[in-house]
């Protein structure tokens, strides 16, 4: 498979953390996504549309979730330090950004990253089909944010 990267002078650790970078915020999309859709059947509520800001909005806690659920589970000897570090400024963009780039560092030096990350992902989209997901009570909160990769291209936003 060839690299992708835009730009193809940059050395070769570049473009491996930008395609890994880009297949993590896929499956994010794809997980988060799955898990809204999951969580709005199991309440009887029709799936979400592209223009709906609450839709948006609930997307956004879900990735919010997820990310802090891998952060807490694949590297869970991340100290208080750094969670505060990661939780701290910016709104829910910049901890987005901050949890995804932890993330592509993880993956890059673990070499079971990929099965830990599905582990994850099953339990998370289990709790959104059960109803036992905390995105939803986080996005009633008000919480905002841009997400990205394909979602934030179905929404517009990309």
């Given at each position: 498979?060839?690299?992708?990267?835009?730009?193809?002078?940059?050395?070769?650790?570049?473009?491996?953390?930008?395609?890994?970078?880009?297949?993590?915020?896929e499956?994010?999309?794809y997980?988060?996504?799955?898990?809204?859709?999951?969580?709005?059947?199991l309440?009887?509520?029709?799936?979400?549309?592209?223009?709906?800001?609450?839709?948006?909005?609930?997307?956004?806690?879900?990735?919010?979730?997820?990310?802090?659920?891998?952060?807490?589970?694949?590297?869970?000897?991340?100290?208080?330090?750094?969670?505060?570090?990661?939780?701290?400024?910016?709104?829910?963009?910049?901890?987005?950004?901050?949890?995804?780039?932890?993330?592509?560092?993880?993956?890059?030096?673990?070499?079971?990253?990929?099965?830990?990350?599905?582990?994850?992902?099953a339990?998370?989209?289990?709790?959104?089909?059960?109803?036992?997901?905390?995105?939803?009570?986080?996005?009633?909160?008000?919480?905002?944010?841009?997400?990205?990769?394909?979602?934030?291209?179905?929404?517009?936003?990309?």
């Open positions: 498979m060839p690299f992708r990267h835009p730009d193809r002078s940059h050395d070769l650790s570049t473009r491996i953390e930008h395609e890994v970078r880009e297949r993590l915020e499956a994010i999309d997980v988060c996504l799955d898990a809204l859709v999951r969580s709005r059947r309440r009887g509520l029709p799936p979400p549309e592209a223009g709906n800001a609450d839709d948006r909005r609930a997307y956004t806690e879900h990735v919010l979730a997820f990310l802090d659920r891998l952060r807490g589970t694949i590297d869970p000897t991340a100290g208080g330090d750094e969670r505060r570090r990661s939780d701290s400024g910016g709104g829910a963009e910049a901890q987005q950004a901050r949890l995804v780039a932890g993330q592509v560092a993880l993956a890059r030096s673990l070499p079971d990253y990929w099965q830990r990350f599905e582990a994850v992902s339990v998370y989209l289990s709790d959104a089909e059960t109803g036992s997901s905390g995105a939803e009570r986080r996005a009633a909160s008000g919480s905002g944010g841009e997400g990205r990769g394909l979602l934030a291209r179905l929404f517009g936003r990309g």
